[in-house]
């Protein structure tokens, strides 16, 4: 089984920051590429950042700028860095990895259970 498990969430004022982190763990042969989305009230699940097994970073363009994504591959975890936050932040924020994991034919999406932030005065 494999699991993602993120922390970081919380309230902070708008123009502050946030650091999200992302574990991910159990039976993993191979990551492809881990990302963070976001789901505000009442709206769809939108990619944030992304970042592939060989580096490469995307960006939403409402983040551009503000949120830097990172990870620690010996690790098995993601960051996301988030500056100048501002209230349209406002979210619950998941973690998703593309990988394969051991046991099974093809590599899959996997998710976490979401982190809240939340940027009001």
């Known amino acids: 089984q494999v699991q993602l498990v993120e922390s970081g969430g919380g309230l902070v004022q708008p123009g502050g920051s946030l650091r999200l982190s992302c574990a991910a763990s159990?039976?993993?042969?191979?990551?492809?590429?881990m990302g963070w989305y976001r789901q505000a009230p009442g709206k769809e699940r939108e990619l944030v950042a992304h970042?592939?097994?060989?580096?490469?970073?995307e960006y939403a363009d409402s983040v551009k700028g503000r949120f830097t994504i990172s990870r620690d591959s010996a690790k098995n975890t993601v960051f996301l860095e988030m500056n100048s936050l501002k209230p349209e932040d406002t979210a619950v924020y998941y973690c998703?990895?593309?990988?394969?994991?051991?046991?099974?034919?093809?590599?899959?999406?996997?998710w976490g259970k979401g982190t809240l932030v939340t940027v009001s005065s």
């Open positions: 159990g039976s993993i042969g191979s990551i492809n590429a």
């Open positions: 970042i592939t097994s060989g580096g490469s970073t």
């Open positions: 998703n990895a593309n990988l394969w994991a051991l046991g099974t034919r093809y590599a899959g999406s996997y």
